[in-house]
Nanobody, 121 residues
Framework: QVQLVESGGGLVQAGGSLRLSCATS????????MGWYRQAPGKQRELVAT???????NYKDSVKGRFTISRDNAKNTVYLQMNSLKPEDTAVYYC???????????????WGKGTLVTVSS
């Protein structure tokens, strides 16, 4: 059973930093693009950042220069370093991965359950 488990969320003051982690578990043959999405109360889920297996990254404009996505392919883990946090960054952050479970011939999209980030002003 493949699972994505996020950690690192919490309460932080504006201007502070947090580092989110997302670890995968289960029998996995390979992992493609991984990413972070977020959903604020009353809003739709939105892309924050993605990273390919080769390390190419993509960011939402409003987080460029403040957030950094990275991954450790040996650990099948993706990270999101968030600096200079703003109250508008408050949301539930979800990990996403396109991966090929063992014995599968195709890639499947998986989501974590989310971790809450609250930025106080």
């Amino acid at each position: 059973q493949v699972q994505l488990v996020e950690s690192g969320g919490g309460l932080v003051q504006a201007g502070g930093s947090l580092r989110l982690s997302c670890a995968t578990s289960g029998s996995i043959s390979s992992i493609g693009t991984m990413g972070w999405y977020r959903q604020a109360p009353g809003k739709q889920r939105e892309l924050v950042a993605t990273i390919t297996s080769g390390g190419s990254t993509n960011y939402k404009d409003s987080v460029k220069g403040r957030f950094t996505i990275s991954r450790d392919n040996a650990k099948n883990t993706v990270y999101l370093q968030m600096n200079s946090l703003k109250p508008e960054d408050t949301a539930v952050y979800y990990c996403n991965a396109n991966l090929r479970p063992a014995a599968y011939l195709w890639y499947v999209e998986y989501w974590g359950k989310g971790t809450l980030v609250t930025v106080s002003s």
